[in-house]
């Protein structure tokens, strides 16, 4: 299994309410990425990185920040959670081939009540 | 818009079934992943695939690419419960680097 962790795996909010999820990875892999799924949509592209610093938004970014000041470290931030951003969260990893992999992390659960 | 359409979305059989599960894109792939995703999970991934017409199996799930690496398919002979899960098919789509998910087809194999 690849090296990543996410934190926390869940978590109740209110709406209104900073949120930050933490991913985490040993791998030392250029690109990490952030999805959400939700029923019907599948897994749908937030925001990823490319290197330290280096980051780009998805198809649903609105919302959402991210940064990424270590290699092995990217996080995601809902900056005023709202109950359309409940959702299960996946980071993900990547080497720098088009060809390469994609490993998950284990997902966090979000509820924006 | 969807880049990648995965098809069937829903496939409920009885084990010993045999099914095939298709993904398409109207643009050429870089490079195309299958993933199985269980409930609570993050996706596994099964195969990678990137040449064109190749064919790779994987004890009793067979993954074709296209010729024209527009679209790939996932055969699984002989359906057992323990194949129930969530695939999904993923990919450079145009040259890009970054994957793009199709939505998933959803199996459930009775026993």
């Known amino acids: 299994d690849a090296g990543i962790t996410q934190s926390p795996r869940h978590k109740v909010t209110e709406t209104g309410t900073p949120v930050t999820l933490r991913c985490h990875q040993t791998e030392n892999h250029r690109y990490m990425y952030w999805y959400r799924q939700d029923p019907g949509h599948g897994l749908r592209l937030i925001h990823y990185s490319y290197g330290v610093k280096d980051t780009d938004k998805g198809e649903v970014s609105d919302g959402y920040s991210v940064s990424r000041s270590k290699t092995e470290d990217f996080l995601l931030t809902l900056e005023s959670a709202t109950s359309s951003q409940t959702s299960v969260y996946f980071c993900?990893?990547?080497?720098?081939?088009?060809?390469?992999?994609?490993?998950f992390g284990e997902g966090s659960w979000l509820t924006v009540v | 818009t969807q880049l990648l359409e995965q098809s069937p979305q829903f496939l409920s059989i009885q084990e010993g079934e045999n099914l095939t599960v298709y993904c398409n894109s109207s643009s050429v792939f870089s490079s195309l992943q299958w993933y199985r995703q269980e409930p609570g999970e993050g996706p596994v991934l099964l195969v990678t695939?990137?040449?064109?017409?190749e064919v790779k199996k994987l004890k009793r799930l067979t993954f074709q690419f296209g010729d024209a690496r527009k679209d790939s398919s996932l055969h699984i002979t002989a359906a057992q419960p323990g194949d129930t899960g969530l695939y999904l098919c993923a990919g450079g789509v145009g040259g890009s680097y970054i994957p793009t998910f199709g939505r998933g087809t959803s199996l459930i194999v009775h026993p």
């Open positions: 993900a990893i990547s080497g720098e081939s088009v060809r390469n992999t994609i490993y």
């Open positions: 695939v990137v040449t064109g017409g």
